[in-house]
């Protein structure tokens, strides 16, 4: 059973959107080779669901320092149409 | 002097010598500006995330160039008037060029970077 740290704040049972799992350490503290670029789309695609939002930091487990440089990775590289803004766009 | 690092669409239909003409302009625009360009890059023509100008495709060049502050709102109104270029994004590199930025679609060198790009909003 993963351990089941109760979110703070969040009413008793577990949020429902929780397919990811809890995970530990900041990504980017932990293995330094990992760079946050908005070019490299394949690294910020762990941080966004699957409808192209980007995934709060209580579940992506980011300090806040780098959570925020993902979040700014992440619209500049939407900015460009390297990532969707919604997961729905329609591609003729 | 400050470096910026420039990523633009290109519109799919230029292709060939009228897609190198366009890229020749621009690189020409920040040589007139006083800019010394440190990299180029062009990706080619990749698919985007989202239809931009009823277009699903697109080319991408990415270029470093360092200047002075001033050249990079005349570089991008050049852009502005140019209808080949559907998208374009200019950003300040905080501690100028680090590695070699990969191009989102090369598969990720493993250079030891040292410490990630900070990169604020331009």
């Not at chain 1, 780098?66 to 500049?76: D, F, G, S």
């Not at chain 2, 080319?59 to 050249?71: C, D, M, Q």
């Not at chain 2, 200019?90 to 970077?113: C, F, H, I, K, Y």
């Amino acid at each position: 059973m993963a351990e089941d740290r109760k979110p703070s704040g969040a009413a008793g049972r577990t949020p429902f959107k929780r397919r990811f799992t809890r995970r530990k350490g900041c990504r980017f503290c932990a293995d330094k080779a990992l760079t946050i670029d908005y070019k490299e789309v394949r690294t910020l695609r762990y941080f966004v669901t699957e409808r192209g939002k980007i995934v709060p930091r209580r579940i992506s487990g980011n300090c806040a320092d780098h959570q925020r440089k993902v979040r700014e990775a992440i619209k500049r590289a939407r900015n460009i149409a390297l990532m969707p803004f919604t997961a729905g766009h329609y591609l003729d | 002097m400050r470096t910026y690092e420039n990523i633009l669409i290109v519109h799919p239909d230029k292709v060939g010598d009228e897609y190198a003409a366009v890229v020749g302009k621009f690189q020409g625009v920040l040589n007139e500006l006083g800019a010394t360009i440190l990299k180029q890059e062009e990706w080619g023509v990749r698919k985007l995330a989202y239809p931009v100008k009823k277009q699903g495709r697109g080319s991408y060049v990415l270029t470093v160039f360092e200047g002075e502050p001033g050249i990079v709102a005349e570089f991008e109104r050049r852009m502005r008037i140019d209808e080949s270029i559907i998208k374009f994004q200019t950003v300040l590199l905080e501690n100028g060029l680090q590695a070699p930025a990969p191009a989102a679609s090369v598969e990720m060198t493993d250079e030891d970077e040292e410490e990630a790009d900070a990169e604020e909003a331009e």
